[in-house]
């Protein structure tokens, strides 16, 4: 049997996600003996400053007999998130927008054109 006819017997069934610069692989595989396990890859881009990139990938290989107790575990520990930080997804990146927004907020004019808001009033004498 040739390494692409094992190929395609060991992949069963795949899913795909993809998250940004982040894409996830799940694949239903075959053993030797013919059971089945799931592998989820995740795989990253990452751009040189050249304009080039490469991935880097890691990979789980995860056996039936570890089903019940990892989903438990995955289970609780994305509830234990959810609870403890709810949806919203929090990142520096979007922290840096969460910023702009405030200080654009915090600046308003009044009608004759001059800034208000949390800025303090300076004359140019008192310098």
């Known amino acids: 049997m040739g390494e692409k006819e ?3 017997q060991e992949e069963i069934y795949s899913k795909v996600l993809r ?3 982040r894409t996830y692989f799940f694949d239903v595989r075959s053993t030797k003996a013919g059971d089945y396990y ?3 890859t995740e ?5 040189h400053d050249d304009g080039s990139f490469h991935y880097k990938k890691h990979k789980i290989y995860l056996y039936k007999e570890d089903f019940t107790a990892f989903k438990e575990i995955m289970e ?4 234990y998130i959810i609870d403890e930080r709810g949806q919203e997804v929090i990142s520096e990146r979007h922290q840096k927008d969460f910023k702009k927004e405030d200080e654009d907020e915090e600046t308003s004019f009044s009608e004759n054109g001059s800034a208000t808001g949390s800025f303090t009033d300076v004359d140019f004498d008192d310098i």
Do not use: N, Q, V, Y
């Not at 795989?43 to 751009?47: E, W």
């Not at 609780?76 to 509830?79: A, F, H, N, R, W």
């Open 76 to 79: 609780e520990m994305m509830d």
């Open 38 to 40: 799931l592998t989820i």
């Open 43 to 47: 795989s990253k881009k990452f751009t």
């Open 6 to 8: 094992l190929m395609d």
């Open 19 to 21: 998250a940004g610069r």
